[in-house]
């Protein structure tokens, strides 16, 4: 008996630490006040509302949630071929390529975002738009490769060689019995990319120019200039945001198989 | 099949940062150390690069610490609520990492919960000032990359047998010598996994530092921001980065050492 409630205290205290903070958010951003306190003066929904009103708020969500569904489709259309070709066939320098394809997942975010932008897009002349979604793009890749890869090596191989038997073409086989067969791995390859996109940070810090920001960089902006709630109730409605796809994901897929 | 995908990383990724590696090496366009050399000489720099390795270090031990007690409790848990308390401890790493470092201001702040507590009681007349110091941002960091930790000892948790524990009891150990003989060794994969990535994820933060802990408490990667934003100091700015990979590459190498041997 005495055992139980030290372990369950154990773990009520863990989770207290790493999920009590996010409590904190939701009620200072019910604050009725003008400055971030907790417990918040008042409740209203006020803060909630007025961060729909802050123009540069739309603007960044718009271009995060344009990064994060494009770049990561972007990195799917690539990435799911290297993966089943990485997954089927015996390729020379197999582990170099999966190296070479993990290897922004490796390399700092800020050094990435660094390098991209003195080495390519100053010289180059990008926009800064095709900048984020390059970069997006290949952060999401790694993902998007291990995670089908993942869904691929579940997969017998030998339905896909009767279906060439049938009279399928490669391309067929691939298209009407692979593909329908990881759908569930590709979701889940879309989900975790399109959250670690949007989430992003350091690699989008030196690549945002004037005006044209992520929505998680212009919070920290915005955090320098003002002390009011209205970050804290943005950041709680992102963070509902996320929990919703990713307990739908759950429900859904198993979602938490393929983290 | 996989050339677009490795032509798109090496043409975006590899190149771009193999050559602002390459920068730390060249001064005045020749290829030399001495950049090396007058980066260690100047104290700031210094005290950033042991500042950052001592919180990622420690951010990997107690979390370490606290890892294997959680992970331990929640694997003795009955399969339903196991899995409700692991969706719990993975959820905080589906939230932006902005949202859960802002979370720190409103708690250690000037009028944060801890100093009204403070102030409240009497301990103190006037608040004391917990952001922008290490304690924060090691809370920070604490905060951010704790659940990679229990998450990786709960999966090599959950692959060792039911009956060792016990066994070992009956034979004699005591406590601390079924976790030293026992568990500790049949768990060390997982450790090493967590450990990566809770120390490489601690030294290559961006936002707990910058939030926490400003100009004041700087760590290796916002004072690599401020010397391209500031000084543009690119010299300074490749050997931070080949500094922060190497420390990367090196934990990873190392721990897989360790957790082989």
Same mark, same amino acid.
């Given at each position: 008996m005495g055992k139980t409630w030290a372990s369950r205290l154990i773990i009520f205290t863990t989770l207290l630490f790493l999920i009590g903070p996010f409590f904190i958010i939701i009620f200072a951003g019910l604050s009725a006040g003008s400055s971030l306190s907790f417990p918040p003066q008042g409740l209203s929904l006020k803060w909630y509302l007025a961060v729909f009103e802050v123009e540069s708020f739309r603007q960044s969500f718009t271009l995060s949630m344009f990064l994060a569904v494009c770049g990561t489709l972007c990195a799917l259309i690539i990435g799911v071929p290297a993966a089943y070709a990485i997954c089927r066939y015996k390729i020379p320098g197999a582990e170099t390529i999966k190296l070479i394809v993990a290897a922004p997942i490796i390399v700092p975010g800020i050094i990435v975002g660094l390098a991209l932008l003195r080495y390519l897009v100053v010289p180059l002349n990008f926009t800064v738009t095709l900048a984020l979604f390059l970069a997006h793009t290949a952060l999401v890749l790694p993902y998007a490769v291990r995670v089908v890869s993942a869904s691929l090596e579940n997969l017998r191989t030998d339905i896909e060689e009767a279906a060439v038997l049938l009279g399928c073409t490669r391309l067929q086989a691939f298209s009407k019995v692979v593909l329908p067969n990881i759908r569930s791995g590709i979701l889940a390859a879309f989900i975790l990319g399109f959250v670690t996109s949007f989430n992003q940070v350091p690699v989008s810090l030196f690549l945002s120019g004037p005006g044209v920001r992520t929505l998680p960089i212009d919070m920290l902006d915005y955090m320098e200039i003002t002390y009011d709630p209205s970050v804290a109730a943005l950041s709680a409605l992102l963070a509902f945001l996320s929990m919703g796809i990713v307990f739908i994901a759950e429900k859904t897929l198993g979602f938490s198989r393929y983290v | 099949m996989v050339l677009p995908a490795a032509v798109f990383t090496a043409a975006l990724f590899l190149l771009p940062v193999g050559i602002l590696l390459s920068e730390g090496f060249k001064v005045g366009g020749e290829w030399t150390l001495a950049g090396y050399a007058d980066f260690f000489s100047k104290p700031l720099n210094r005290t950033v690069f042991f500042r950052t390795l001592k919180l990622g270090l420690l951010v990997a031990l107690v979390s370490a610490i606290v890892g294997y007690a959680s992970a331990f409790c929640i694997v003795n848990l009955e399969p339903k609520q196991r899995g409700r308390i692991f969706g719990l401890v993975i959820l905080? !790493? $589906?939230?932006s990492p902005v949202a859960r470092t802002y979370a720190w201001i409103v708690i250690?702040?000037?009028?944060?919960i801890v100093n009204d507590a403070i102030v409240g009681l009497g301990l103190s007349d006037t608040p004391i000032r917990f952001l922008f110091t290490e304690t924060a941002v090691f809370l920070g960091l604490l905060q951010l990359f704790m659940p990679l930790m229990i998450i990786s000892l709960i999966s090599s948790m959950e692959n060792l047998p039911k009956d060792v524990i016990p066994a070992a009891r009956v034979l004699g150990a005591s406590w601390l010598q079924v976790f030293t003989r026992v568990i500790l060794p049949l768990t060390r994969e997982g450790l090493v996994l967590g450990g990566t990535l809770v120390f490489t994820g601690a030294l290559t933060a961006y936002i707990t530092p910058a939030i !926490?802990?400003?100009?004041?408490? !700087? $760590?290796l990667e916002t004072l690599l921001y401020q010397k391209v934003n500031?000084?543009?100091d690119f010299v300074s700015a490749g050997i931070i980065a080949t500094i922060l990979i190497v420390m990367c590459f090196g934990a990873n190498v190392v721990l897989r050492r360790i957790a082989k041997a």
């Open positions: - | 905080p !790493l $589906m939230i250690l702040g000037r009028t944060g !926490l802990g400003g100009s004041k408490v !700087l $760590m500031v000084s543009n």
